[in-house]
């Protein structure tokens, strides 16, 4: 019978990282692995060096076949949307398959104790998926505290307001990141705002948030609305839930919880 394998997935962001050092004396023989799609900030591939540092074994870089500008064109510069997430599943999930190939596996996902979230994971029938953080109630609290004791500390975009890990140009984050994301890295908000283009036949646009372009968030007066309403928000939410979870103070630097549900192998 052949031996089953033991893979951990790494996004770049903190829960992912988290798992893999809770994991790390747990089950000697893991795999770790990272679906790089090439459109990741430098900061993150900076980061995951250093994960492999924390966790002394190499990270198998899983590169899809084609790139996202190949898939884009087969889809006809559809960008793609929560509704439409085909970046993912070709990607993300289909190397991630096509590692494992028949090999009976055991995928370790680093979902929380605290979450409910649901995303796309791979079906194939050698696939057993687990979940260590939701078995032994590992909160956020407890990730952090993985995180902070290990000494490795946050992935970087904590630090600037960015929530999730993955593309640069990743459409589940909100209009704030995108701010962010303009203040922080000119060139690579230059690069997302060149993938946005209008049908001429139709007049459709091809944008990334689902309302406006762009190039709207360039506008000063626009950035502000945005912070504005990003800070009303996050003191609404911290009314409600008493200062606990969504925004919480992590070595000095406050980290806002995602306010959506990304997917579960780009943003863990
Ligand atoms: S990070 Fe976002 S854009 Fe990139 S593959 Fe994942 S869902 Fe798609």
Redesign the pocket.
């Known amino acids: 019978m052949s031996k089953i394998r033991h893979i951990c997935g790494l996004s770049g962001g903190k829960d992912s990282t988290a798992l893999a050092l809770y994991m790390r004396d747990r089950v000697p023989d893991m795999e770790y692995v990272f679906c790089d799609?090439g459109?990741e900030l430098q900061e993150t591939y900076d980061y995951l060096a250093l994960v492999e540092a924390f966790l002394g074994t190499r990270i198998t870089y899983l590169n899809p076949k084609q790139d996202?500008d190949h898939w884009l064109d087969v889809f006809g510069n559809y960008l793609?949307s929560p509704k439409a997430?085909w970046?993912?599943k070709l990607?993300?999930l289909k190397p991630f398959e096509a590692y494992i190939g028949d090999d009976e596996v055991i995928s370790y996902v680093g979902i929380r104790a605290d979450e409910n979230r649901t995303g796309l994971i791979s079906s194939k029938p050698n696939l057993t998926t687990v979940f260590p953080f939701k078995e032994d109630g590992i909160d956020y609290d407890g990730v952090m505290r993985i995180l902070e004791e290990s000494g490795i500390g946050m992935p970087p975009y904590l630090s600037w307001g960015r929530t999730?890990?993955?593309?640069f140009?990743?459409?589940?984050q909100s209009k704030y990141e995108w701010v962010r994301l303009l203040e922080v890295y000119p060139d690579q908000f230059a690069e997302a705002e060149k993938y946005e283009t209008i049908d001429p036949a139709t007049g459709t646009l091809f944008t990334w948030m689902e309302d406006m372009p762009l190039e709207t968030l360039r506008d000063p007066g626009v950035q502000a609305d945005v912070k504005q309403k990003h800070f009303v928000r996050q003191e609404w939410l911290k009314s409600r839930k008493g200062n606990k979870r969504l925004v919480e103070t992590f070595g000095g630097i406050e980290v806002e919880e995602p306010s959506n549900n990304?997917?579960l192998?780009?943003?863990l």
């Open positions: 799609t459109r996202f793609p997430r970046c993912t990607l993300k999730h890990s993955g593309c140009f990743c459409f589940f990304g997917c192998i780009c943003h």
